[in-house]
């Protein structure tokens, strides 16, 4: 059978899951967890859900030299944290980046070179998100 | 446990060899160590080959390295392995080798580490690094290590008031000394007022990952090395030591997070401080007991991150003693006297092992003058993969006859 569709980019969110245990939310989700618990094991299923939103600026670079597949002259990369705690990097999107500065995390899809196929965040001033 | 002595090694040029075949260019290497052992490759010259590369298969399209690199040495049958490990690849083969001797395996081991990476485009080169890290929460996004790099610099100025000054002089102190090592990729002086603190320093030294500039971060550079282990205890080891012995006398690995944002606190480099918790309580020593240091300053923040992290300086320090000439030749600490990576060059797989090579030569006293470190017992290499995901740490030291 030969597979015609090429879903790698369809699915835009980006999903986080609950240890049902400690209660510890896991992004990316690993097979298991700080408290040792095992994924989807011998034990009760772990919730997943969406994770976006408001975040905070921990750190941030503005990257001139991008990696095969984009096209862009510069890149600004930001890491953030979300309020339950979970932490993840993205796009900024952001001409004065500033440490601490409140963002919100939108997923949108990345497609670059060969690999990089899949959602990503696109972190944005508070004032500046899509409505 | 039996005691590992480094008894011969070897270095190629690093630079540019795009037009050479990886495996020739390791065994380029691994003749050097031979050679410098007064050791004839033969079918029993050796108990083990082990290879260290990253991106043979990648890059290069070079697989089966370790049993191509055995028989164009004509020391088949030996066994030979690969072993990858990322950008630590080649201390993780030490430790490999130095584990086979050491539980009884083998009196001799032959670890030969190399990479050609300019044989695509710096892109290329770049992504192709970058797929060490997380698929779906970095590698998608399109984080690189330099984009760490820049994160993981922003955050520990803020934090420690680093200055580009200070991060300056660690480039300035490894050109120096880089300068000196006929092995370094780059050969060329550049002075603080070049780089730092004018209109035209910024032009010439521009940004690359912010506030990280071109003169925070390695070239990228093919190149290979090799050491041979030996069993210090064996007969074979009476013939083969032709120089002042030199022991290891620790070695330790250790992993953190692979997402580096999963880890507690982002500045505090978990793998690299317990490989050396590690390796110091296997040699018995302290951090006061270090002689030099090389560290893995793929971007010079790294040098004085792991130089903190080992206990060389207390935290968020060693940009003070980096522009004091704390950590220059005739410091109280010299760190890098092969010119790191940062000057020296960074082709992958060749790293870990041409970090153990410099050990070995600056305890022998064999260094070049001008870059040879007064009188060292004890160095300590911290060979770091991935963004601290994998590191591996090395304490050579020198027997007194």
């Not at chain 1, 096209?71 to 990369?77: F, G, K, Y």
């Not at chain 2, 300035?172 to 320093?201: F, M, R, W």
């Not at chain 2, 317990?274 to 030099?292: H, K």
């Amino acid at each position: 059978m030969i597979d015609t569709v090429d879903e790698r980019a369809t699915d835009i969110s980006i999903r986080a899951a609950v240890c049902p245990v400690c209660g510890r939310i896991l992004y990316p989700i690993p097979l298991v967890c700080s408290c040792g618990q095992v994924h989807d094991l011998d034990g009760p299923p772990w919730e997943e859900r969406e994770i976006a939103g408001p975040c905070t600026l921990l750190t941030w670079t503005r990257l001139k030299a991008l990696p095969d597949g984009f096209t862009e002259n510069e890149m600004i990369l930001g890491m953030v944290e979300f309020s339950n705690g979970v932490r993840a990097i993205g796009l900024l999107d952001s001409e004065s980046p500033k440490l601490g500065m409140e963002l919100e995390a939108e997923v949108q899809p990345c497609n670059a070179g060969e690999y990089r196929h899949g959602p990503r965040y696109v972190l944005k001033e508070t004032s500046c998100v899509s409505s | 446990m039996r005691q590992v002595a480094i008894v011969g090694i070897g270095h190629t040029r690093f630079g540019k060899h795009a037009d050479r075949r990886l495996v020739d260019l390791m065994g380029e290497a691994a003749l050097a160590a031979m050679s410098d052992c007064e050791l004839s490759p033969g079918p029993a010259a050796v108990d083990q080959v082990l290879a260290a590369n990253m991106g043979g298969g990648i890059v290069n399209h070079e697989t089966g390295i370790a049993s191509a690199l055995a028989s164009t040495l004509n020391l088949t049958p030996v066994p030979a392995e690969l072993v990858e490990n990322g950008p630590a690849s080649g201390a993780s083969a030490v430790k490999l080798g130095h584990a086979m001797i050491a539980g009884g395996m083998a009196e001799t081991v032959l670890v030969v580490g190399g990479e050609i990476m300019k044989a695509v485009s710096g892109s290329r080169a770049t992504d192709f690094v970058a797929t060490l890290l997380h698929p779906d929460a970095e590698y998608t996004v399109g984080v690189t290590l330099p984009a760490f790099a820049g994160m993981f610099t922003r955050l520990y100025m803020d934090r420690y008031g680093l200055t580009e000054r200070q991060l300056a002089a660690v480039a300035v102190k490894d050109h120096d000394n880089a300068l000196l090592n006929p092995y370094a990729h780059l050969h060329k002086q550049v002075t603080l007022k070049d780089i730092c603190g004018s209109p035209e320093a910024e032009q010439k030294n521009p940004l690359v990952a912010d506030p990280l500039r071109l003169y925070g971060v390695c070239p990228v550079s093919d190149g290979a090395a090799a050491v041979l282990l030996c069993a210090a205890d064996s007969l074979r080891f009476k013939a083969l030591n032709t120089h002042p012995t030199v022991v290891i006398s620790g070695i330790a690995s250790a992993t953190d997070t692979h997402c580096v944002q999963d880890r507690l606190d982002p500045l505090i480099l978990n793998a690299v401080r317990n490989s050396a918790e590690r390796a110091y309580r296997m040699a018995e020593l302290t951090p006061e007991d270090i002689s030099f240091a090389e560290l893995h300053d793929a971007f010079v923040i790294l040098e004085l991150a792991i130089a903190e992290e080992i206990g060389l300086f207390a935290r968020g320090t060693a940009g003070e003693a980096a522009i004091a000439g704390e950590t220059a030749i005739d410091g109280s600490i010299p760190i890098n006297p092969s010119g790191g990576l940062k000057a020296k060059g960074h082709p992958l797989g060749a790293t870990g092992v041409s970090q153990i090579y410099e050990l070995v030569k600056q305890l022998r006293g064999e260094a070049e003058p001008g870059r040879q470190v007064n009188n060292p017992l004890h160095g300590i290499a911290v060979n770091f993969g991935g963004f601290g995901n994998n590191v591996v740490t090395t304490i050579c030291s020198r027997e007194e006859p």
